[in-house]
């Protein structure tokens, strides 16, 4: 039998997350939830937490304040820059190809 893990993003505080933990057979997985940090989650037998369209809607917002940045002649938001980005990917590849 298939190891599945649960799937239960709208479970969002520890009496539920408690409630679902107890009463089914399988490892559970969620979202981020507010008030709870991992090691909570952990000891709520959480196993996996996920970020879900996090990254995405946090680009899409990032992209936009650029963009209002621009139109509105404004200073551009912070950013990380270019160099830094590049050497990181750099690293993380170096580090893949030693494992």
């Known amino acids: ?16 997350l408690a409630e ?3 009463n089914i057979p399988r490892p559970l997985n969620t979202l981020p939830v507010p008030g709870l940090t991992l090691t909570d989650l952990a000891e709520l037998r959480v196993v996996r ?11 899409l917002y990032a992209a936009a304040q650029v963009a209002r940045a621009v139109r509105d002649e404004q ?25």
């Open 1 to 16: 039998m298939a190891n599945y893990v649960i799937f239960v993003p709208s479970a969002n505080d520890r009496v539920e």
């Open 20 to 22: 679902l933990t107890r």
């Open 49 to 59: 937490v996920s970020t879900g369209s996090a990254p995405y809607r946090a680009g």
């Open 75 to 99: 200073p551009l938001p912070p950013s990380t820059p270019y160099r830094e980005l590049q050497e990181r990917l750099v690293n993380y590849e170096n580090r893949l190809s030693t494992t």
